[in-house]
């Protein structure tokens, strides 16, 4: 299972990437093996709100269909159409294949989330 350094993530397996006041954010690579090969995938419009803790995103795979959360709040600025296409990009690039970009309310969100090192522990644990 791979983990990224620098990265935060949530005991859900999403994984976010902040770039100043924007957050990329998508599925971890224990969670794509989890679910098997992906196969549709349900994005919100962009100008969305969400709060902490909202479905925003669903992944359907072969084995099941699961709800994504956001573990920040923010407004949806950008959403990956190219996974509207090729939902498998989830399966062979997880960490390349971010689903939503948010325009963060409250950064010290952030302050409730893993680092790496506690993701691997938490994943180890699960297994």
Known sequence: ????????????????????????????????????????VELPEEDTELNLGDAFAVVESVKAA??????????????????????E?????????WMVVLEMDDQSELEDLMDAEEYQEFCDEEV
């Not at 299972?1 to 224990?30: Q, S």
């Open 1 to 40: 299972m791979k983990v990224i350094d620098g990265l935060y993530y949530t005991e859900e397996h999403e994984w976010l990437k902040v770039e100043g006041n924007r957050a990329y954010i998508g599925i971890t690579d224990f969670a794509q093996d989890t679910l098997g090969d992906v196969v549709f």
């Open 66 to 87: 699961s709800d994504v959360y956001t573990p920040i709040s923010g407004k949806v600025t950008q959403v990956n159409q190219e996974l509207s296409d090729q939902p």
């Open 89 to 97: 990009l989830l399966n062979t690039d997880p960490y390349g294949s």
